[in-house]
């Protein structure tokens, strides 16, 4: 397979993506505020192992990233 590069941000990336399908999963956004309060309410129904997921995988790429005494590295999946 491919390389891919590490990512180090699994928040932005594995966390964000599950919220984002959940708060436009019901309706339109209106605005702002709906926008924040979805997000909130989406984050407050979380489960947590998702979470720990995310940072179980992040901890494993950063001991990669910081085992190759460099700042850039790939991953083979």
Not at 41 to 46: N, Q
Request: proline fraction near 1%; hydrophobic fraction near 35%.
């Amino acid at each position: 397979m491919a390389a891919k590069q590490s990512n180090l941000n699994p928040i932005d990336y594995a966390v964000w993506g599950i919220l984002q399908q959940r708060v436009y999963n019901h309706h339109w956004i209106t605005d702002v505020e709906e926008m924040r309060q979805r997000v909130e309410e989406e984050w407050y129904h979380l489960d947590q192992k998702v979470t720990d997921s995310s940072i179980s995988e992040w901890r494993k790429q950063l001991t990669a990233c910081t085992a190759t005494g460099r700042g850039h590295f790939e991953l083979s999946f």
